[in-house]
């Protein structure tokens, strides 16, 4: 059974940092693609961010290109979502999600999902 758990999430000031995880299990992930998502109250889950195992190659949303830095730790089948600078219109709640299409910047490429971390940032 395919788990995905973030943690990390919680209140913070505007210009801070947070570091949001994702534990994966389940299944081998290393031909997946392993994404970040968000949704804000009263809009639609955007793409935040990806990441490919293999080869380490990453891609983000223009509005957080710069400042949110997506990784993964093969041994601890863990990504990690690092934003740094963070901003009001961040607020969000943060989903994982995994996925076999490589472009992965949309939500029907991914089969697998987390419950979500909530990140607040306050001004």
């Known amino acids: 059974q395919v788990q995905l758990v973030e943690s990390g999430g919680g209140l913070v000031q505007a210009g801070g940092s947070l570091r949001l995880s994702c534990a994966a299990s389940?299944?081998?992930?290393?031909?997946?693609?392993m994404g970040w998502f968000r949704q804000a109250p009263g809009k639609a889950r955007e793409f935040v961010a990806r990441f490919w195992w293999s080869g380490g190659s990453t891609y983000y949303a223009d509005s957080v290109k710069g400042r949110f830095t997506i990784s993964g730790d093969n041994a601890k089948n863990t990504v990690y979502l690092q934003m740094n600078s963070l901003k009001p219109e961040d607020t969000a709640v943060y989903y994982c999600?995994?996925?076999?299409?490589?472009?992965?910047?949309?939500?029907?490429?991914?089969?697998?999902w987390g419950q979500g971390t909530q990140v607040t940032v306050s001004s």
């Open positions: 389940g299944r081998t992930f290393s031909t997946y693609t």
């Open positions: 999600a995994a996925g076999l299409t490589r472009r992965g910047v949309s939500m029907s490429h991914y089969d697998y």
